[in-house]
């Protein structure tokens, strides 16, 4: 095997997300086993929450609509050093600084609602991570369009492994959370300089209105549509603080963690793949490619997670501490949503500019999922939290496939391996219920 035939867009940007998620895990482990109470971890993760919640559905929203854009818009006829990265970091600093002075002059309420507590701990400290850190989210996405997978690389090796340190060393010394803080603080103003001095390397310094209007118009429903469908992690947040105390919120969270896993990988995928199908004169061709792709990430995807289900409640004392065993039911619920996060009828409607279709899907997905959310957590606890975005999740995904063939007249064999998806699905929802029921294969 060729391993530089292996380094693509795809691959390298599915690498950036598994190695952030890896640091981030390891970073959970060291937290649980330092001298940290679980309060404290708690309250690390509820500002970790904060920043996510507060831009998740932005950061999405530009993103996907910038990497149709890139090669296929009408403002600059050539991407070649035109001012249209200039513009899409010009569009994401002025969102982080507005939403930065919104939650300052909403604090109490914002914190209310968002993380059930009077006021945002260390307030200053956030606002000052949030707003340089959030607009570097475009940093790997400029090495995708530039086509410098490498790039991508070396640049989440770097910089997710000094943040490691930055972040645990202060702990390990024996300081507090605030420490920790302080070296988020300081990696994510590497990545921001990084990515101006990129930017400004490949892109004229030019504002356009134009552009910046061409890009809102289409960026708008996708960041609406992500405040509505993305916001449901954050939704479970929500419920989780309203309904339990901190130690519970933080035994969620790290329960819940393999979202993040087959989320961040199937997203991955997906934004690699945007450009080709926008780009691709041959829909066919890029339908197969889409559909061989993401089979790969059923072969090693649905084999890990239905391991995962067997052995997660061994692992999480071990892992973590006994404390965080309650975490195990809430972790096997979200890795059954690898079911959905393999299917990718959004991929197509993404590609091809239909972004008016997602918002209307999201509002129903949304719905779905607060109404089984919030009737579910009665009598299950935190794992019926989990349940709703399981059952919200797999509805989105059959409404979008419909979608498809209905009015794109796509069908769904034509991007889905039914036969491995059907075969996959039903092996891990059998040993998910063994596995629950304590029956297990030895």
């Not at 950061?59 to 149709?68: A, F, H, K, R, Y």
């Not at 060393?169 to 001095?197: H, Q």
Request: with cysteine; proline share 4%.
């Amino acid at each position: 095997m060729n391993f530089k035939k292996q380094i693509t867009n795809i691959s390298s940007l599915q690498f950036f997300q598994l190695f952030r998620f890896g640091i981030l895990f390891l970073v959970s482990i060291c937290f649980a086993k330092s001298h940290l109470s679980t309060s404290e971890i708690g309250i690390y993760e509820k500002l970790i929450f904060l920043s996510g919640a507060i831009s998740f559905f932005w950061v999405n929203g530009l993103i996907q609509s910038l990497l149709p854009l890139y090669n296929n818009n009408k403002t600059f006829k050539s991407s070649e050093k035109s001012p249209l990265l200039f513009n899409a970091l010009i569009i994401s600093v002025v969102f982080s600084l507005l939403i930065a002075v919104i939650i300052l002059l909403t604090e109490k309420t914002s914190a209310t609602f968002l993380i059930s507590s009077s006021e945002i701990p260390y307030k200053w400290l956030f606002i000052a991570f949030f707003a340089i850190s959030t607009p570097a989210f475009l940093l790997e996405y400029v090495y995708l369009l530039l086509k410098r997978p490498y790039s991508i690389i070396y640049y989440s090796v770097l910089t997710f492994s000094l943040q490691f340190l930055a972040v645990v060393v202060p702990v390990w010394l024996g300081y507090g959370i605030e420490s920790s803080l302080y070296g988020l603080i300081a990696i994510s103003g590497l990545r921001f300089v990084w990515l101006v001095v990129l930017i400004l390397k490949n892109s004229k310094p030019i504002i356009s209105l134009q552009f910046i209007k061409e890009h809102l118009t289409l960026a708008l429903p996708l960041i609406a549509g992500a405040l509505i469908s993305g916001s449901m992690p954050y939704i479970d947040g929500i419920i989780v603080s309203a309904h339990f105390d901190d130690a519970t919120f933080a035994i969620y969270r790290y329960g819940a963690r393999e979202l993040p896993l087959a989320m961040l990988l199937a997203n991955a995928f997906s934004n690699a793949m945007i450009p080709e199908i926008s780009e691709n004169s041959n829909l066919k061709l890029a339908l197969l490619n889409l559909k061989e792709k993401s089979t790969r990430l059923m072969h090693f995807l649905f084999p890990l997670s239905i391991l995962l289900i067997i052995i997660s409640r061994w692992l999480y004392p071990i892992i973590f501490n006994p404390a965080f065993i309650d975490g195990a039911g809430v972790f096997n619920v979200f890795l059954l949503l690898v079911i959905t996060r393999l299917v990718f009828p959004q991929t197509i409607l993404l590609g091809l500019k239909k972004t008016k279709i997602l918002l209307i899907v999201s509002i129903i997905e949304f719905s779905i999922k607060l109404a089984f959310s919030l009737w579910l957590a009665i009598p299950f606890g935190i794992v019926g939290v989990a349940l709703g975005t399981l059952i919200a999740f797999i509805a989105e995904r059959i409404i979008l496939i419909i979608i498809n063939y209905k009015h794109l007249k796509i069908k769904p064999a034509e991007y889905i391996d039914v036969k491995w998806l059907f075969l996959y699905s039903a092996i891990i929802l059998i040993v998910y219920f063994l596995v629950e029921r304590n029956f297990y294969f030895l």
